[in-house]
T-cell receptor, first 119, second 109 residues
Framework: EVQLVESGGGLVQPGGSLRLSCVVS????????MNWVRQAPGKGLEWTSY????????YYADSVRGRFTISRDNAKNSVYLQMNSLRDDDTAVYYC????????????WGQGTLITVSS | QSVLTQPPSVSGAPGQRVTISCTGT?????????VNWYQQVPGMAPKVLIY???NRPSGVPDRFSASRSGTSASLAITGLQAEDEADYYC?????????FGGGTKLTVL
């Protein structure tokens, strides 16, 4: 079974930066399209960013475009989310999730890492 | 861009059948954007229940089923069990964005 393990969460002040990591235990990592989905406390799920296997296609939600950057290192089976100019409403659990090419659903999820933006 | 609307809550007694609607899914003459459903038990990560409108991943009980018609979709749970108490989300894709419904809290009475 594929495992996804996120790290890098914590408390950060408004305007600050944080980098999340997600390691995937899958030998064919390059075949997976990777996403970050977040969930604010007591709220629903919100997709934030996507990157394809070769880092050729990258998409962002309007709410994070220009502030967040998704990237991946296939040699390390890892995907990252660089978050800058953080705001209070970025407070959430951030999940990394895999997507199989040709489909539009997230088939595997990590356990999530909590980001709290507060002064 | 599509907006997906779900009822905030539904409830049912053990053994009953409940349905959760998801309206506003994109309907275009070009590529068809499938609807997917996730279950999220409190404190846990979401898990895919249904993908491609009607397909169950291996391991998901056949008590869970879904349908889709035009701009709406529906998740049905039969033989309700206490362990089904969770939040349920529909999800689709539109214009380079992956979109989730607001979620429905299922309470087993």
């Amino acid at each position: 079974e594929v495992q996804l393990v996120e790290s890098g969460g914590g408390l950060v002040q408004p305007g600050g930066s944080l980098r999340l990591s997600c390691v995937v235990s899958e030998l064919t990592f390059t075949t997976y399209e990777m996403n970050w989905v977040r969930q604010a406390p007591g709220k629903g799920l919100e997709w934030t960013s996507y990157i394809d296997g070769g880092s050729s296609y990258i998409y962002y939600a309007d709410s994070v475009r220009g502030r967040f950057t998704i990237s991946r290192d296939n040699a390390k089976n890892s995907v990252y989310l660089q978050m800058n100019s953080l705001r209070d409403d970025d407070t959430a659990v951030y999940y990394c999730a895999t997507k199989v090419p040709g489909t539009n659903y997230f088939n595997q999820w990590g356990q999530g890492t909590l980001i709290t933006v507060s002064s | 861009q599509s907006v997906l609307t779900q009822p905030p809550s539904v409830s049912g007694a053990p053994g009953q059948r409940v349905t959760i609607s998801c309206t506003g899914t994109s309907s275009k003459s070009g590529p068809v954007y499938h609807v997917n459903w996730y279950q999220q038990v409190p404190g846990m990560a979401p898990k895919v229940l249904i993908y491609g409108d009607t397909n169950r991943p291996s391991g998901v009980p056949d008590r869970f089923s879904a349908s889709r018609s035009g701009t709406s979709a529906s998740l049905a749970i039969t033989g309700l069990q206490a362990e089904d108490e969770a939040d349920y989300y529909c999800q689709s894709f539109d214009s380079g964005h992956w979109v989730f419904g607001g979620g429905t809290k299922l309470t087993v009475l």
